[in-house]
């Protein structure tokens, strides 16, 4: 049978719930999600109307901002005592994660309780450190920071709370992303950055970077999920 929902187990371990996003944003995909229990994302152009969104359950949580940088524009911000590795402390980069995603999507949702979003989060970052698709940020021989990707995207950025507000911002992501141009021989590099958290998108701005459009995102629960799991 044809379907609309492509399911997201990586959410679903976190929400105990069966989980999906949306491929279209068609009447009879949102039809589709009445008919099944689950949790459901959907992303779209911001410039859709969304009153039929709204009439099948659906309700805004976060517009993603694409900005992107080519090779040849990368402003690289050198910084005395700065390095990159792959060789890191697992624990830390956990514990890194567990302080900085603290406002995402999926905390912004009413349905989600904070501690399921912190789960996903922290679960996600595992599992990129299983992919090896984590390199830390070393400052002064000690753990700073961690950036993620995938291909040719920025997928996180994070840094030590010690670390934050001294100025490293545009030296650790300017080494970030020459690293990933590095790695994978790309003429482009992207990441996708909420309008919640303008500092980032500032940053990334002034490394080069030039915005490309935007999605806005839209989940929905059809169902209730078990909290005290």
Same mark, same amino acid.
């Not at 890194?96 to 995402?104: R, S, Y």
């Not at 545009?170 to 994978?184: A, M």
């Not at 002034?206 to 995102?217: E, I």
């Given at each position: 049978?044809?379907? %609309? !929902? $492509?399911?997201?187990?990586?959410?679903?371990?976190?929400?105990? =719930?069966?989980?999906?996003?949306?491929?279209?944003?068609?009447?009879?995909?949102? &039809?589709?999600?009445? &008919? =099944?229990?689950?949790?459901?994302? !959907?992303? =779209?152009?911001?410039?859709?109307?969304?009153?039929?969104? *709204?009439? *099948? @359950?659906?309700? %805004?949580?976060?517009?993603? +901002?694409?900005?992107?940088?080519?090779?040849?524009?990368? $402003?690289?911000?050198? &910084?005395?005592?700065?390095? !990159? #590795?792959?060789?890191?402390?697992?624990?830390?980069i956990l514990e890194i994660a567990g302080e900085v995603f603290?406002?995402?999507?999926?905390?912004?949702?009413?349905?989600?309780?904070?501690?399921?979003?912190?789960?996903?989060? $922290?679960?996600?970052?595992?599992?990129?450190? &299983?992919?090896?698709?984590?390199?830390?940020?070393?400052?002064?021989?000690? !753990?700073?920071?961690?950036?993620? %990707?995938?291909?040719?995207?920025?997928?996180?950025?994070?840094?030590?709370?010690?670390?934050? @507000?001294?100025?490293?911002?545009? #030296?650790?992501?300017s080494h970030c992303v020459d690293e990933l141009f590095r =790695? @994978?021989?790309?003429?482009?590099?992207?990441? #996708? +950055?909420?309008?919640?958290?303008?500092?980032?998108?500032?940053?990334? +701005?002034?490394?080069?970077?030039?915005?490309?459009?935007?999605?806005?995102?839209?989940?929905?629960?059809?169902?209730?999920?078990?909290?005290?799991?």
């Amino acid at each position: 049978m044809d379907t %609309y !929902l $492509k399911p997201t187990p990586w959410d679903k371990r976190n929400f105990h =719930i069966n989980t999906y996003e949306l491929t279209s944003a068609s009447e009879e995909a949102l &039809q589709e999600t009445n &008919q =099944i229990e689950g949790h459901f994302t !959907l992303k =779209i152009d911001p410039t859709i109307n969304t009153e039929k969104l *709204y009439k *099948y @359950g659906f309700y %805004y949580t976060d517009t993603l +901002i694409e900005p992107v940088c080519q090779k040849s524009k990368l $402003k690289l911000f050198k &910084q005395d005592g700065m390095e !990159l #590795s792959r060789d890191y402390d697992k624990a830390h980069i956990l514990e890194i994660a567990g302080e900085v995603f603290t406002n995402g999507r999926f905390h912004r949702d009413f349905n989600i309780p904070n501690f399921m979003a912190d789960h996903r989060y $922290k679960n996600w970052v595992n599992d990129l450190i &299983q992919a090896d698709k984590i390199v830390a940020l070393i400052y002064g021989n000690h !753990l700073a920071g961690f950036f993620a %990707y995938d291909s040719n995207k920025v997928l996180l950025l994070a840094m030590d709370k010690s670390y934050r @507000g001294r100025g490293l911002a545009k #030296s650790f992501t300017s080494h970030c992303v020459d690293e990933l141009f590095r =790695i @994978g021989n790309y003429e482009e590099v992207r990441t #996708s +950055i909420s309008p919640s958290n303008p500092a980032s998108l500032n940053v990334f +701005i002034s490394l080069g970077f030039r915005l490309n459009g935007a999605v806005d995102v839209y989940h929905k629960l059809n169902g209730s999920l078990p909290v005290g799991v």
